[in-house]
């Protein structure tokens, strides 16, 4: 089926905001992980500066949840098991977007580690979600040498539920109830 388009009619992305007409104002694009207005965290990712993010040897490095009881639909993860970046290796950062939902009707809190810091980061690297709220996370990854590196690379979701809906994330929740819950997702490089 084609359409015909009159020639002096500018076509829009139904995807990008547009400035009105006949204003000058420029419009960003953004991502559609960015977090809109204020809560958009400045400076660097603070995956890169807070060892809080790093992984530690101990129960659940292995791959395996810290606690069987634990129901593992809570949060919906999309991709589920891994993420895959292709060859080559070498530009200075290439992203994959996954998604996280937390599927209970409780509110709860997370945050995201890793093993390959700074190769790998996530944005946002932490976070309280709604009931039923879905968010993009970032999954960038930046240049190395792949000879040599990412052989057993893996980030790690932690999360607890919580009895009420905070805005703003603390590391010390993580703490808060006693069961932390774990989700590995395996960074697989095909090159």
């Known amino acids: 089926m084609c359409r015909s388009v009159n020639k002096n009619k500018l076509l829009q992305s139904e995807y990008l905001p547009t400035p009105a007409e006949g204003s000058d104002q420029v419009v960003q694009a953004s991502s559609t992980?960015?977090?809109?207005?204020?809560?958009?965290?400045?400076?660097?990712?603070?995956?890169?500066?807070?060892?809080?993010?790093?992984l530690r040897e101990g129960p659940g490095i292995e791959n395996v949840t810290l606690d069987p009881l634990v129901n593992i639909h809570e949060i919906i993860f999309r991709p589920l098991e891994k993420v895959v970046f292709n060859a080559p290796f070498d530009f200075e950062h290439v992203t994959y977007h996954m998604t996280i939902m937390n599927n209970t009707i409780h509110p709860?809190?997370?945050?995201?580690?890793?093993?390959?810091?700074?190769?790998?980061?996530?944005?946002?690297?932490?976070?309280?979600?709604?009931?039923?709220?879905?968010?993009?996370?970032?999954i960038t990854m930046s240049k190395f040498d792949h000879d040599?590196?990412?052989?057993?690379d893996r980030?790690?979701?932690?999360?607890?539920?919580?009895?009420?809906?905070?805005?703003?994330?603390?590391?010390?929740?993580?703490?808060?109830?006693?069961?932390?819950?774990?989700k590995n997702i395996l960074v697989q490089y095909n090159g």
């Open 148 to 152: 040599n590196m990412g052989q057993k």
């Open 33 to 54: 992980s960015d977090i809109k207005g204020s809560e958009r965290h400045q400076g660097a990712n603070p995956m890169l500066t807070d060892d809080f993010y790093k």
């Open 155 to 182: 980030i790690v979701y932690e999360w607890v539920l919580l009895k009420r809906f905070e805005k703003d994330f603390r590391p010390d929740m993580l703490k808060s109830n006693g069961i932390v819950r774990r």
């Open 108 to 138: 709860l809190a997370f945050a995201i580690k890793g093993n390959c810091i700074p190769r790998i980061v996530a944005y946002p690297p932490y976070g309280v979600l709604r009931s039923k709220e879905r968010i993009p996370v970032a």
